[in-house]
Nanobody, 123 residues
């Protein structure tokens, strides 16, 4: 069992930066692939980024590539999402998720989810 708690969301102006954190409980965190997803009001949940258990492999949605960076610190049981050059269309609730197998793009392949943290980008 893994429990995930996100933090770091908030209100930021367009062009600004935020760093989201996702703290995980449990001693097996380092074996999980981790992902970040987001859901804007009235829209479908959207994949943002994912990272392998070792941190050696990452990939991103095209919409955030070059602006967002996913990373993890297995010693701290934490995964991060550094978001730079934020745009209004990045406004959403951001959730982290843990996968027992791989580090998938599809949300239904994740096994554990956090509650989410709101990110609002103003113009």
């Amino acid at each position: 069992q893994v429990q995930l708690v996100e933090s770091g969301g908030g209100l930021v102006q367009a062009g600004g930066s935020l760093r989201l954190s996702c703290a995980a409980s449990g001693r097996t965190f380092s074996t999980y692939g981790m992902g970040w997803f987001r859901q804007a009001t009235g829209k479908e949940r959207e994949f943002v980024a994912a990272i392998s258990w070792s941190g050696g492999n990452t990939y991103y949605a095209d919409s955030v590539k070059g602006r967002f960076t996913i990373s993890r610190d297995n010693a701290k049981n934490t995964v991060y999402l550094q978001m730079n050059s934020l745009k209004r269309e990045d406004t959403a609730v951001y959730s982290c998720a843990a996968a027992l197998t791989g580090f998938p793009r599809d949300y239904d392949e994740y096994d554990y989810w956090g509650q989410g943290t709101q990110v609002t980008v103003s113009s």
